[in-house]
């Protein structure tokens, strides 16, 4: 079993930066890909971000690319996700998750297989 749990989120104005973390305890997760996902008020759980088991290729969701940049500390067992130039429509509940045995990269919800509780980011304009 694998407990992730984000923390980083808070309010900040439009413009602004954030970095969110990750960390993973119970099992290192230093084989599996990462992700980041998000949910806005009254919408579903969109891709945001993921990373391969080394950090050595990243990508993003069109809506954040140039602005967010995820990287990973294997050492730390920690995921993290920078996110700068910050716009009122990132506003959502931002989950980590870490991917399934022998999912390399992926943008698909299924394909994670463990979740954190979320945590909050409110961009205000």
């Known amino acids: 079993q694998v407990q992730l749990v984000e923390s980083g989120g808070g309010l900040v104005q439009a413009g602004g930066s954030l970095r969110l973390s990750c960390a993973a305890s119970?099992?290192?997760?230093?084989?599996?890909?990462a992700g980041w996902f998000r949910r806005a008020p009254g919408k579903e759980r969109d891709f945001v971000a993921g990373?391969?088991?080394?950090?050595?290729?990243?990508y993003y969701a069109d809506s954040v690319k140039g602005r967010f940049t995820i990287s990973r500390d294997n050492a730390k067992n920690t995921v993290y996700l920078q996110m700068d130039s910050l716009k009122p429509e990132d506003t959502a509940v931002y989950y980590c998750?870490?991917?399934?045995?022998?999912?390399?990269?992926?943008?698909?919800?299924?394909?994670?297989?463990?979740w954190g509780q979320g945590t909050q980011v409110t961009v205000s304009s």
């Open positions: 119970g099992r290192t997760i230093s084989t599996y890909a």
């Open positions: 998750a870490t991917a399934r045995v022998g999912v390399h990269h992926s943008q698909i919800e299924a394909d994670y297989n463990y």
């Open positions: 990373t391969t088991w080394s950090g050595g290729s990243t």
